[in-house]
């Protein structure tokens, strides 16, 4: 098992900001391909967006393009995400996973945190 811990949710009106932050230990961050998810209660976990290896390559899911950031520091072994123009449709526990490979496929991903919750009020 790999500690992987999420901070950085709460509770936000529409159109404010948030900054997740994902922080690996015991193991050399810059090793993995990193992802973030979210899962809205009653619905399935979605992609969200991912950063290859040396953060060179990034996706981000339609939803969120242009309003999320996602950024890593391999030397402080932390992912962040900057969340900005947040909706109430972004309301959701947001997940941070590592991979090898970069995908929007959740099921490829190994190791998991255990999510921080973001809520975004009307």
């Known amino acids: 098992q790999v500690p992987v811990v999420e901070s950085g949710g709460g509770l936000v009106q529409t159109g404010g900001s948030l900054r997740l932050s994902c922080t690996v230990s015991?193991?050399?961050?810059?090793?993995?391909?990193v992802g973030w998810f979210r899962q809205a209660a009653g619905k399935e976990r979605e992609f969200v967006a991912y950063a290859s290896y040396n953060g060179g390559a990034t996706k981000y899911a339609d939803s969120v393009k242009g309003r999320f950031t996602i950024a890593r520091d391999n030397a402080k072994n932390t992912v962040w995400m900057q969340m900005t123009d947040l909706i109430p449709e972004d309301t959701a526990v947001y997940y941070c996973a590592l991979g090898v490979q970069i995908t929007t496929r959740a099921n490829e991903y190994f190791q998991w945190g255990r999510g921080t919750q973001v809520t975004v009020s009307a």
């Open positions: 015991e193991v050399a961050l810059g090793d993995f391909a």
